[in-house]
C-alpha cells in the first residue's frame, strides 16, 4: 500500500468579494511509496504551492482526498490538526523559519518541546541526527550567526527529529548559493537513503535531478511525470529540462 494517496483534489479559491472563482488545483491524482524521494514541478500558477499547503494541512481541497499511510486528512478535526502535523510530517522551507531568539538546539528541540518530550529524550534524538548534519559544534549559536547553508542544516535537523512518516520540502535550495545547494541535495539524498520519503516542491531542474521521480504540474493537474530510473543525475536532469520545454510550450504528454 503507498504511504500516501491523492485522489481527485481539487480546490477552488472564490476571489476577496466572492464574484470569481480560481481553481487552483483540477484534479490532481498521485500515489507515493514509502522512501520515494519525489520532486514537483510546475510553473508559477501552477498549484504546487497549493498543492504542498494542502498536504500540509495548512489548507482544505474543496474535493477529493489525501490519504496519509491509511488515514484520511480530511476526517481530522480542526482541534487535532496541528498534532497530526507535528507527529506525522517534517518541514523544510525556503526561507528556514528558524526563531532568531532561540539557539539552534532550542530551534530543533521546539516540536519535540511542543509534543512533551523531556530533555534527555530530545537530547538522544538529536545527538545523531546532529552528527549526521555536520551541525554539532553550531547548536549553542543563534540562527543569526551561521550561514544560510548552516540554518537549513538544522531545519532539516527539525524536520527529521520527530520521525515523520514524510518530509515536505518547500523550495528547500531556493535562498542557498550554489555551493549550499549542492550539500543540501547530497544530505536530501543520504536522508531519503535511510528510509525517509520526502516530497519537494522546486523550481530547479538541478534540484529535481536528485529526486527518484519528477511530477509535472501544470493548470491544475498533473501533466507528466518521469522516473529516475538506473541512469545518473546528469541524465536525469536532461529529462527534466526537455520535459520543462515542453510544458512551457504547452505541448502534449
Known amino acids: 500500500m503507498s504511504l500516501l494517496e491523492v485522489k481527485n483534489l481539487k480546490k477552488i479559491y472564490k476571489t476577496r468579494f466572492g464574484g470569481q472563482q480560481v481553481e487552483a488545483l483540477r484534479d490532481v491524482s498521485f500515489e507515493v511509496e514509502e522512501g520515494e524521494f519525489v520532486a514537483i514541478m510546475g510553473e508559477s500558477g501552477s498549484g504546487k504551492t497549493t498543492l504542498l499547503n494542502i498536504l500540509a494541512a495548512l489548507d482544505k481541497a474543496t474535493a477529493g482526498k489525501i490519504i496519509l499511510q491509511g488515514m484520511d486528512l480530511s476526517a481530522i478535526s480542526e482541534?487535532?490538526?496541528?498534532?497530526?502535523?507535528?507527529?506525522?510530517?517534517?518541514?523544510?522551507?525556503?526561507?528556514?523559519?528558524?526563531?532568531?531568539?532561540?539557539?539552534?538546539?532550542?530551534?530543533?528541540f521546539l516540536p519535540l518541546v511542543l509534543a512533551g518530550n523531556n530533555y534527555k529524550s530530545m537530547r538522544s534524538k538529536l545527538t545523531p541526527i546532529a552528527a549526521r548534519l555536520g551541525i554539532s559544534e553550531l547548536l549553542k549559536k543563534y540562527p543569526y550567526e551561521v550561514s544560510g547553508g548552516q540554518k537549513q542544516r538544522a531545519a532539516v535537523a527539525r524536520a527529521l527529529i520527530t520521525d515523520p512518516k514524510i518530509i515536505l520540502a518547500d523550495e528547500p535550495t531556493g535562498a542557498l548559493d550554489s555551493k549550499a545547494s549542492d550539500e543540501l541535495l547530497r544530505l536530501f539524498g543520504e536522508v531519503n537513503a535511510m528510509g525517509q520519503t520526502i516530497l519537494m516542491v522546486t523550481h530547479s531542474a538541478k534540484a529535481a535531478s536528485c529526486a527518484s521521480r519528477v511530477l509535472f504540474i501544470k493548470d491544475g493537474e498533473v501533466f507528466h511525470q518521469i522516473y529516475r530510473g538506473e541512469g545518473t543525475n546528469d541524465n536525469f536532469y536532461q529529462k527534466i529540462t526537455e520535459t520543462l520545454t515542453l510544458l512551457t510550450k504547452g505541448g502534449n504528454k
Do not use: P, W
Request: net charge negative; no cysteine.
Open 79 to 108: 482541534k487535532k490538526v496541528a498534532n497530526f502535523r507535528r507527529d506525522n510530517l517534517g518541514f523544510v522551507f525556503q526561507e528556514f523559519n528558524l526563531l532568531d531568539t532561540f539557539s539552534i538546539e532550542d530551534n530543533i
